[in-house]
């Protein structure tokens, strides 16, 4: 059962209605000091957030705002391009046998289309890679999905050693639930594994196989100037901001208003930590009790609200008042006019807000068609063609640090020749006869001259 923490509801006694929302800066909660979480004594992890669920908080957050959610599926399919394509054309037959029977045994496009919705999602992904018995070759690649991935906490030396798997979305307590898997060194992956299967000599000078591990795990990570264990993502400030929350209230308004007629008066922002403060301390552990105890809060608020417009007082405040007296810090109550958008339709707002978002995650409103409002405006074929184009050339960094992983792969299974590429999809002009063609930055596999 999903708790509904976000609703409209009608003021008993006035023309109005409430806008309860959660507030969106709080889903950050690694302002607080991270400390290691143990399942036992000899496994434990890094939480991802305070409560260990903020990858889910955002993917949430992401999910409510059709804007938001367009602008990640476009971000991740423009870093797709025209998909990963491994370039033999310079190997001999036996080394393109070798690729293809590689490529046939490993869902590649699935593989690199997830990676792409981890890295604009996260920030970071997670690959896996299986070699054969003898661990002579790698001959498997995988993706964990980065929001079931957590770090084990670093050693006296810096290093995080492994990845944790597991459904975080549950409670994990048992060390059976996780999946624990050796990761790689995260600036030096390929050393690494070299070392460890006795390819070459370690620090100490001798070569020797250090491992019978055929599995390991290989983080790819967007740098970032904090360099925490989980990156946060560049939009999170659309979060921390209040744009996001402004477009999700303009939703609300115009569904209230169509409704029943009955125009946002007040928006109560209130924070996950304070509904779980709640459960906490009444001991309420039951789904279905704990939103019986949301709606209960809820009619208090607007009790409270009610008391005061009946009082015919002029009535600010920026913090809701408990029945109990106590100063609640976690929820807060905005007075909203509504004279001026009696009857109106909010079509500049929402525009200025979809602009908004869309500025955050770098992707142009024509671009994904979300260019609301009674009055459109559209750019020229032209334009788009260079909008996409620039969107594209951007993924250059994101390519270079998506190909290590199979740059690996090409080197530890000898595959001399063979080039790894994402060739972009550029669209043409009318006038050339054919919608789009694609387009490479890797002279060897581009005869065109489309450098």
Not at 93 to 119: R, T
Not at 392 to 403: E, G, V
Request: glycine share 6%; hydrophobic share 35%; with cysteine.
């Amino acid at each position: 059962m999903e708790l509904n923490f976000s609703s409209v509801e009608t003021i008993p006694g006035l023309n109005a209605s409430a806008a309860f929302q959660v507030d969106s800066g709080k889903v950050f909660k690694e302002d607080v000091d991270m400390v290691p979480t143990i399942i036992d004594k000899s496994l434990s992890y890094m939480p991802w957030g305070g409560d260990n669920m903020m990858p889910y908080n955002i993917l949430k957050l992401i999910e409510d705002d059709e804007t938001l959610s367009t602008c990640q599926q476009f971000n991740a399919e423009v870093c797709y391009g025209s998909g990963l394509k491994y370039d033999t054309e310079a190997c001999t037959a036996m080394v393109k046998q070798q690729v293809e029977d590689f490529l046939l045994d490993n869902a590649l496009p699935s593989y690199f289309l997830g990676v792409c919705q981890d890295f604009k999602h996260f920030a970071f992904c997670v690959s896996v890679i299986i070699l054969n018995t003898e661990g002579t070759r790698i001959v498997r690649l995988l993706r964990k999905e980065a929001c079931y991935c957590r770090l084990s906490p670093a050693d006296k030396d810096g290093a995080i050693r492994s990845i944790l798997y597991a459904n975080w979305r549950q409670s994990v307590a048992r060390p059976e639930d996780i999946e624990v898997i050796d990761l790689l060194d995260i600036n030096t992956p390929w050393r690494d594994l070299a070392i460890r299967l006795g390819r070459i000599p370690g620090d100490d000078g001798k070569r020797r196989v250090r491992t019978k591990s055929r599995k390991f795990a290989v983080l790819t990570r967007v740098p970032t100037p904090d360099s925490t264990y989980y990156p946060i993502p560049y939009y999170g400030s659309l979060f921390r901001g209040k744009w996001y929350n402004i477009k999700q209230l303009i939703g609300m308004a115009k569904e209230a208003k169509l409704k029943n007629n009955a125009p946002i008066k007040y928006q109560i922002e209130i924070s996950n930590k304070y509904w779980d403060s709640i459960f906490k301390a009444e001991g309420i552990t039951d789904r279905h009790q704990q939103q019986k105890r949301i709606v209960r809060e809820k009619q208090q608020i607007l009790d409270f609200l009610t008391g005061v417009e009946n009082a015919g007082k002029v009535w600010f405040s920026t913090f809701y008042v408990a029945p109990t007296g106590e100063v609640q810090h976690e929820v807060v109550i905005n007075k909203i006019d509504s004279d001026t958008k009696e009857g109106g339709d909010w079509s500049t707002d929402i525009q200025e807000a979809v602009n908004m978002v869309c500025f955050t995650m770098r992707v142009h409103s024509n671009l994904v068609g979300s260019v609301p409002g009674k009055t459109q405006t559209n750019n020229s074929g032209s334009d788009k063609r260079e909008l996409y184009t620039i969107a594209q050339a951007l993924q250059k960094p994101y390519h270079d640090l998506l190909f290590t992983i199979h740059q690996m792969i090409i080197r530890f299974n000898g595959w001399q020749g063979c080039k790894v590429d994402v060739p972009f999809i550029q669209l043409t002009l009318l006038s050339e006869h054919q919608d789009a063609k694609s387009v490479t930055i890797n002279p060897q596999s581009n005869n065109n001259s489309n450098d």
